[in-house]
T-cell receptor, first 111, second 115 residues
Framework: QQQVKQSPQSLIVQKGGISIINCAYENTAFDYFPWYQQFPGKGPALLIAIRPDVSEKKEGRFTISFNKSAKQFSLHIMDSQPGDSATYFCAASGTASKLTFGTGTRLQVTL | EAQVTQNPRYLITVTGKKLTVTCSQNMNHEYMSWYRQDPGLGLRQIYYSMNVEVTDKGDVPEGYKVSRKEKRNFPLILESPSPNQTSLYFC??????????????FGQGTRLTVV
């Protein structure tokens, strides 16, 4: 059972455009929602995270939007750059002391 | 430098031959976990450990064993590997378990092929 559903599976965006990746969760006990970025040959690294007490969090060009009632959250990458080309994973955590990951989105930013 | 070190990075083995993938962290983290990454399935947790001598099953524990005898080390053991365990494996550590806010640091990964 996939508790965190992520879309799209892959995404191609032109340089300077906005990349949007969406995630939906089922478990209402989740209360921590991080996004991880993974470059080829590397392990995932924390990009940005949010708690459900806020609807939006911004760090530089990266923004998480959170909709608690819809049980959805999304990552927006503004002014996307070729260096942003990577695989992005959303994740969620609650009382079970573990992270549940989405299936990943491969982002390619073209020149 | 803060890091999680996995060894080996690449491994090809035959069905049934016991193997161990080592994981070590130098950040004095209490929480460590193992994940496998498969195309289209994302990262799935195999086992996790809250502290020394405290381990528990994740979502896909079948065919795997772990131990946590020292705080820094968390080896993953495949006693009788099978081809369906061919995957990319990641070890991760964090100061405290989720959902406490805190970064999980991942190792570089171990690509395992079982033939």
């Amino acid at each position: 059972q996939q508790q965190v559903k992520q879309s799209p599976q892959s995404l191609i965006v032109q340089k300077g455009g906005i990349s949007i990746i969406n995630c939906a969760y089922e478990n209402t006990a989740f209360d921590y929602f991080p996004w991880y970025q993974q470059f080829p040959g590397k392990g995932p690294a924390l990009l940005i995270a949010i708690r459900p007490d806020v609807s939006e969090k911004k760090e530089g060009r990266f923004t998480i939007s959170f909709n608690k009632s819809a049980k959805q959250f999304s990552l927006h990458i503004m002014d996307s750059q070729p260096g942003d080309s990577a695989t992005y994973f959303c994740a969620a955590s609650g009382t079970a002391s573990k992270l549940t990951f989405g299936t990943g989105t491969r982002l390619q930013v073209t020149l | 430098e803060a890091q999680v070190t996995q060894n080996p990075r690449y491994l090809i083995t035959v069905t049934g031959k016991k193997l161990t993938v080592t994981c070590s962290q130098n950040m004095n983290h209490e929480y460590m976990s193992w994940y496998r990454q498969d195309p289209g399935l994302g990262l799935r947790q195999i086992y996790y450990s809250m502290n020394v001598e405290v381990t528990d099953k994740g979502d896909v524990p079948e065919g795997y064993k772990v131990s946590r005898k020292e705080k820094r080390n968390f080896p993953l053991i495949l006693e009788s590997p099978s081809p369906n365990q061919t995957s990319l494996y990641f070890c991760a550590s964090s100061l405290s378990p989720p959902p406490t806010v805190g970064e999980a640091f991942f190792g570089q990964g171990t690509r395992l092929t079982v033939v």
